[in-house]
């Protein structure tokens, strides 16, 4: 049971570039977010989904985009990225989405956008 | 925006001693979630504590939640060098959401 996985745990892109960062569970929860994190902010919801083909926007959903064609797995794209998207991604899971249903961390991706 | 803001941003204690951080945030909410990372790793749940508890525990971590003052602490006792991360609230006032707080750093020197 690996739990939350991402891919890649590294990357570096020039600006203009474009990329997806996966996101696999294998804990059969419906329920799965995006975050970043920056130094001194804590983490910000940028989209998440309730299901299996559904996704919304949080927090910080600019210049991002997301898909969730199987219930396993959650796909964040930066079509064009910037500096400003430098950050650390982080992808969480939970069974029921409710605020007292704890969230499931990866270990991070840590992208740099020069 | 941010809902919950941890107190101090950063904490160095000696090993054995107890560590209090402090979370406030400013809506109602419904549950309160305190959160750890060890530095390069992703986010692990440690306790829930809801809106109409005042007090609860697990091993040696206690929470405390005062909604009249939109307020919680989080105590480590006897701490240990293995407790060295960040901690993060967070909060939920309904579904889907949590939102997180910039974290309070505690360094447990040995």
């Known amino acids: 049971n690996a739990g939350v996985t991402q891919t890649p745990k590294f990357r570096v892109l020039k600006t203009g570039q474009s990329m997806t960062l996966l996101c696999a569970q294998d804990m059969n929860h419906e329920y799965m977010y995006w975050y970043r994190q920056d130094p001194g902010m804590g983490l910000r919801l940028i989209h998440y989904s309730v299901g299996e083909g559904t996704t919304a926007k949080g927090e910080v959903p600019d210049g991002y985009n997301v898909s969730r064609l199987k219930k396993q797995n959650f796909l964040l794209g930066l079509e064009s990225a910037a500096p400003s998207q430098t950050s650390v991604y982080f992808c969480?899971?939970?069974?029921?989405?409710?605020?007292?249903?704890?969230?499931?961390f990866g270990p991070g991706t840590r992208l740099t956008v020069l | 925006s941010q809902q919950g803001e941890e107190d101090p941003q950063a904490l160095s204690i000696q090993e054995g001693e107890n560590a209090t951080m402090n979370c406030s945030y400013k809506?109602?909410?419904?549950?309160l979630q305190w959160y750890r990372q060890n530095s390069g790793r992703g986010l692990v749940h440690l306790i829930l504590?809801?809106?109409?508890?005042r007090e609860k525990h697990s091993g040696r971590l206690r929470v405390t939640l005062d909604t009249s003052k939109k307020s919680s602490s989080l105590l480590i006792t006897a701490s240990r060098a293995a407790d060295t991360a960040s901690y993060f609230c967070?909060?939920?006032?309904?579904?889907?959401?949590?939102?997180f707080g910039k974290g309070t750093k505690l360094s447990v020197i040995p």
């Open positions: 967070a909060t939920g006032a309904g579904s889907y959401q949590l939102t």
């Open positions: 969480a899971s939970n069974s029921l989405g409710t605020s007292a249903d704890t969230q499931y």
């Open positions: 809506t109602s909410i419904n549950n």
């Open positions: 504590i809801r809106s109409n508890e």
